[in-house]
């Protein structure tokens, strides 16, 4: 009998994509083979990227690749989709028109924990990391906002220092630098005044999942994605679990 699946849209970057599936299988507690879960990983690492098209320096749109693998783990018979990249979003609504099957929606899955773990009474000030591209877009401030928060960006210089962590430190060379990572952290909780940040970019999710730092007030999106995931993919497995559920 064969059990249901879910496929995640990948390669965006590749590093991130097994981050998130790391997570995903560490979330899942599985003591044996079988017990993991059943999923399709499309690493797409041809997509062009996302942040030069949005922000017009590329005309290589992202959208036909990501939509065509969209098709496919429609055609394949995925119970559900993910999209482990951020800025991708911008494409969305576009993507989810494309297939009844439903896709998980990052930015909104992190915003819902968000309020659950720091109330707007008490953590009225978000600050954002993420590309150029996800800030552009809108992807996180609309949420964020009409939750009664104040969105608060990083700045020029401050999300250079963002970009290259990104770009830099896991797309082009995989090292990552500690001390870099945890100056911006710090600068956005403290000379931008943010009672949280979220981690609005599954690069740098890759430095969470590295150095986590569990005292700090961190919304990290790919990390909520991989438990929402396993949340998810489990209630599918569980029929009666699944007559209760919202899915």
């Keep these: 009998?064969?059990?249901?699946?879910?496929?995640?849209?990948?390669?965006?970057?590749?590093?991130?994509?097994?981050?998130?599936?790391?997570?995903?299988?560490?979330?899942?507690?599985?003591?044996?083979?079988?017990?993991?879960?059943?999923?399709?990983?499309?690493?797409?690492?041809?997509?062009?990227?996302?942040?030069?098209?949005?922000?017009?320096?590329?005309?290589?749109?992202?959208?036909?690749?990501?939509?065509?693998?969209?098709?496919?783990a429609t055609a394949i018979g995925a119970?559900?989709?993910?999209?482990?990249?951020?800025?991708?979003?911008?494409?969305f609504d576009r993507l989810q028109a494309l297939t009844p099957v439903p896709i998980m929606h990052m930015p909104k899955e992190a915003v819902a924990e968000l309020i659950k773990r720091y109330p707007v009474e008490s953590h009225p000030r978000v600050g954002f990391m993420g590309t150029e591209g996800s800030l552009n877009s809108g992807i996180y401030r609309e949420g964020v906002e009409a939750a009664g928060y104040t969105f608060e960006e990083p700045g020029e210089?401050?999300?250079?220092?963002?970009?290259?962590?990104?770009?830099?430190?896991?797309?082009?060379?995989?090292?990552?630098?500690?001390?870099?990572?945890?100056?911006?952290?710090?600068?956005?909780?403290?000379?931008?005044?943010?009672?949280?940040?979220i981690l609005g970019c599954t690069e740098l999710s890759v430095f969470n999942e590295a150095f986590p730092m569990p005292d700090l007030p961190i919304i990290d999106a790919q990390e909520i994605l991989a438990l929402n995931t396993v949340s998810r993919a489990k209630v599918l497995r569980n029929p009666e679990a699944q007559e209760r559920s919202n899915f």
């Design 1 to 72: 009998m064969m059990r249901n699946f879910f496929a995640i849209l990948g390669g965006m970057g590749t590093l991130a994509t097994e981050s998130y599936v790391r997570l995903v299988d560490k979330a899942t507690h599985a003591h044996q083979d079988q017990e993991f879960l059943d999923y399709v990983v499309f690493n797409n690492a041809s997509v062009p990227d996302r942040t030069q098209f949005i922000l017009g320096q590329s005309t290589e749109d992202p959208f036909p690749f990501i939509a065509d693998d969209v098709k496919k």
């Design 157 to 197: 210089t401050l999300q250079k220092e963002i970009s290259y962590l990104i770009y830099h430190d896991v797309k082009d060379t995989g090292v990552l630098e500690r001390e870099r990572y945890e100056a911006v952290l710090n600068a956005m909780l403290t000379q931008h005044h943010c009672d949280v940040v």
């Design 79 to 91: 119970s559900f989709i993910t999209l482990p990249c951020n800025t991708a979003h911008h494409f």
